[in-house]
């Protein structure tokens, strides 16, 4: 019989057992373990496994795929501890958020003959941990990130392939280093302004005004506070140098809208105006192309289509700057043709 080993049942852990027993894969021992023993025992309670065993050796002993759905700190100690007990042919994967130093330590502690396929489900809640938040459905039609080492069989990858696919998930391949930057941006670089904005708030002698005056923007803003800190502190330290670039990036971005402030209520608008047309197309799925970071044009307000494009209050916004624009315009116009008669 064949058997996938499950090392960490917690949120992740705990919906990747749970996914692979509804798939009732024929002829598939689930086993799994917790360093925890209140996890174990849930797990056991939810079968959430097919049988959970009391240490990781055990788990991974026979096992053809390990899944490691740990924090990111605790892996390189899982590896090594681990490492003897694989039999060669195995495959790994894991569920982290930042794939370069996983993969790192997959090939300092990994025996040979053994495939390392990084892993990151784009799943779950962030402020939502525990297997008592654990379901089977967790990762269906959600993105699962694979970024296999360069030594990865290609049995391997398509063991990985497999699993993802039963949970219901999109495989989507990305170099572990691209990976890191492109998540430092969008998900890392998020939990950090959600710290930092809550902190400086919080922080300021005028905090109890700013806390019975804080409605629901602030609250969805610093919203990320409520996940586990352990977790989000292993994301930026294992992820460090993408995390600071982007950072970066932002401290520039907000010198530049700063300096925005002190031109014309037009150049204003237009900058948010912008970032709304772009913000509706990226939830319509409609600008995941190699041109979307290009600005778009401001539809013109006599379009039947801008009433389609922006929200009712932008377009009336835009139909009254064209109004503006063509009289200034016409203004312009006029002069010129007084100085031409002059």
């Known amino acids: 019989m064949a058997r996938i080993a499950i090392l960490g049942l917690g949120y992740i852990g705990g919906s990747i057992g749970m996914g692979l027993r509804a798939a009732k894969l024929k002829d598939t021992e689930v086993v799994g373990f917790d360093d925890w023993r209140p996890a174990r025992n849930a797990a056991g309670k939810q079968d959430a496994v097919d049988r959970v065993v009391g240490n990781p050796r055990e788990a991974v002993d026979g096992a053809g795929l ?6 990111p700190a605790a892996t390189a100690e899982l590896m090594e501890e681990i490492a003897s007990s694989l039999g060669r042919g195995a495959v790994v994967t894991d569920t982290a958020a930042s794939k370069v130093q996983i993969g790192t330590w997959a090939q300092q502690h990994l025996p040979n003959g053994v495939s390392f396929v990084g892993g990151h489900p784009m799943a779950g809640d962030a402020s ?18 694979l970024s296999p080492s360069s030594t990865a069989s290609e049995t391997a990858v398509k063991s990985v392939l497999g699993m993802v696919r039963e949970l219901g998930a999109t495989p989507h391949f990305l ?27 919080r922080g300021s002698d005028g905090w109890p005004d700013f806390g019975r005056a804080a409605g629901d923007t602030f609250r969805a803003m610093t919203a990320y506070n409520s996940g586990d800190p352990s977790l989000t502190t292993e994301i930026a330290v294992t992820n460090r140098e993408q995390v600071k670039h982007w950072i970066d990036r932002l401290v520039l971005e907000l010198d530049r809208v700063r300096n925005l402030l002190d031109e014309t209520e037009e150049d204003v608008f237009r ?9 509706a197309r990226f939830l319509g799925g409609d600008d995941m192309d190699p041109d979307a970071g290009a600005s778009p044009e401001i539809p013109d307000a006599t379009s039947q289509m801008a009433s389609l494009l922006v929200s009712p209050r932008l377009y009336d916004r835009v139909r009254q700057m ?21």
């Open 175 to 201: 170099d572990a280093a691209e990976h890191d930057y492109v998540m430092a941006g969008v998900s890392h670089l998020p939990l950090v302004v959600s710290s930092t904005l809550f902190t400086m708030l």
């Open 66 to 71: 390990v899944v490691l759905a740990t924090p």
């Open 322 to 342: 064209t109004k503006r624009s063509e009289a200034r315009e016409k203004e312009h116009e006029a002069r010129r043709g007084r100085w031409r008669r002059d």
């Open 128 to 145: 939502a941990f525990g297997i008592d938040n654990a379901s089977a459905d967790l990762f269906r039609g959600k993105r699962w990130f």
């Open 271 to 279: 900058e948010f105006s912008t970032a709304q047309i772009n913000h």
